[in-house]
């Protein structure tokens, strides 16, 4: 008898993930860090020359290379109108879009799984109308589209996206990078270039929207010093963004200012060190819909404080303090549970680490592949 196997070939682009710079760009490198080339599956990158050896470059998968303008809009209209025929000429079976509000083909010809890590309807209020019906109709003719949260596949919902061809399939966190550390008794943690004065609380977000809260976590972080006296500090790491001159300019007017530390652009390769010198992980935003920093904080072995909106209920798993980020003085009440309650710290601790071992990148690269394996006939 003559056995025959079936190889799927996929093609993943890298377009749209900003070399991998950007939240979505961190999320298709390590994902592709674990897609391996097996007997029946094949995988191969695309896009940008300057991608090879940005994505993948830990597993035996391949390269090709798209010469294209580095400019947004060649980039859009080749997946428009070109990207199907790439396809053909690449003998892809299916493809995988990470960055799907940036661009994917109008009518895919191959199975295609479009990727959605931001919420879409938030997405929609920066752009213009012509766009956003764009992006709705390419994500309506994708074959499945992988969500990383219940609350991303809600918002897909509502925006009119079939639930039966949405899966969720949650992200990982980098195990290697986020673990538990000895108990630092230093006076201060020395992460170049900065010597930050513990105790400190950490909040690690981008300064790009009110809705983040970052003002009202400096303002609940107020009452919280009244209240006890406590000599912790307030750490805010985070790119700059729309919001940074207000959020600034609330610290400096802060009665606390002088324990109030923003840092601006922070590696990432650095956080681990961060959050382990810390006494814990505070997460006030309302638009997440991923939620990442609150997992590799329980996997540092901090107790987190984080509110109940977007997806962070549902990746916290209940191991958190959790509060309205709208009601100041609740938010101030968590930030105290979890600096004086020496009891939940330690509950909050251990649940923290266990629940955090469950979100893994080998899960999250074997759940797309099945993924893949379902749409290819």
């Known amino acids: 008898m003559i056995w025959f196997i079936v190889i ?3 093609g993943v682009d ?4 900003d070399h991998g710079r950007s939240g979505i760009g961190s999320y298709l490198s390590s994902l592709t860090q674990h897609f391996q080339n097996t007997e029946d599956t094949r995988f191969e990158l695309f896009g940008a020359e300057s991608d090879r050896y940005t994505y993948g470059r830990d597993s035996n998968i391949g390269f090709e290379s798209v010469v294209l303008p580095d400019a947004e809009r060649a980039e859009k209209a080749w997946h428009l109108f070109l990207c199907n025929a ?3 000429k690449q003998d892809y079976d299916a493809m995988v879009f990470p960055a799907s509000s940036y661009a994917m083909p109008l009518f895919p010809t191959v199975p295609s799984v479009a990727i959605v890590n931001d919420i879409i309807s938030e997405t929609f209020a920066t752009k213009k109308i012509a766009e956003r019906m764009l992006i709705k109709h390419c994500l309506k003719k994708v074959s499945r589209i992988i969500a990383p949260s219940n609350y991303i596949k809600r918002d897909l919902k509502r925006l009119g996206i079939k639930q039966d061809k949405i899966t969720v399939v949650h992200c990982g966190i980098n ?7 000895d108990i630092i008794t230093a006076e201060s943690e020395m ?3 900065f010597a930050i004065r513990r105790p400190y609380f950490l909040y690690a977000s981008t300064m790009s929207s009110p809705l983040k809260r970052h003002i009202e976590l400096i303002r609940a972080f107020e009452i919280f010093k009244k209240k006890t006296g406590l000599p912790h500090r307030l750490v805010l790491a985070g790119s700059e963004g729309e919001w940074t001159d207000q959020i600034k300019k609330t610290a400096l007017n802060s009665a606390f200012a002088s324990d109030i530390f923003i840092t601006g652009y922070f590696p990432h390769e650095s956080f681990p060190a961060l959050y382990a010198g810390s006494e814990g992980c505070l997460f006030p935003s309302e638009q997440e819909g991923v939620g990442l920093p609150v997992l590799e904080a329980m996997a540092t072995g901090i107790p987190v404080a984080c509110s109940r909106a977007g997806a962070l209920q549902e990746i916290a798993g209940e191991k958190a303090v959790l509060f309205n980020s709208e009601n100041i003085e609740e938010m101030a009440l968590a930030i105290e549970k979890i600096a004086t309650d020496t009891n939940a710290r330690k509950k909050m601790i251990k649940e923290g680490i266990d629940w955090a071992k469950k979100f893994n990148w080998e899960n999250t690269a074997r759940e797309t592949i099945e993924v893949l394996k379902s749409i290819v006939k």
């Not at 890298?14 to 993930?17: L, N, P, R, S, V």
């Not at 195990?175 to 550390?181: A, G, V």
């Open 8 to 10: 799927m070939k996929v």
């Open 14 to 17: 890298t377009f749209g993930c």
């Open 86 to 88: 790439f396809a053909k």
């Open 175 to 181: 195990h290697s990078m986020f673990y538990q550390r």
């Open 191 to 193: 992460i170049k270039p």
